[in-house]
């Protein structure tokens, strides 16, 4: 059984930083594909962020040269630090995953962290 759990959500003010973390647990021998997702009230869930096991990395318009994603494969984690926050970023974190375990493969969501920006 495979889990995405993220953390490191909260309330943060205009201009600051916060770093979320995805964890992926179970028996996984590497992530392929990772992505983080948003979804701000009344409005559609979209793509923040995507890395892959190659290095080929995709950011979305509105977060380019504020957010990073990565990886650490040793600790099966995706991270995505995130700066010069704005209130428009204000919205429901989520990452998405595609593992390996040994003979097959794994996708699927985590349950999401909230980011609140304000003053």
């Known amino acids: 059984q495979v889990q995405l759990v993220e953390s490191g959500g909260g309330l943060v003010q205009p201009g600051g930083s916060l770093r979320l973390s995805c964890a992926a647990s179970g028996s996984i021998t590497g992530i392929n594909y990772a992505a983080w997702y948003r979804q701000a009230p009344g409005k559609e869930r979209e793509l923040v962020a995507s890395l892959t096991s190659g290095g080929t990395v995709r950011s979305g318009d509105s977060v380019k040269g504020r957010f990073t994603i990565s990886i650490d494969n040793a600790k099966n984690t995706v991270y995505l630090q995130m700066n010069s926050l704005r209130p428009e970023d204000t919205a429901v974190y989520s990452c998405?995953?595609?593992?390996?375990?040994?003979?097959?493969?794994?996708?699927?969501w985590g349950k999401g962290t909230l980011v609140t920006v304000s003053s």
């Open positions: 998405y995953g595609v593992c390996t375990l040994y003979s097959t493969t794994w996708s699927g």
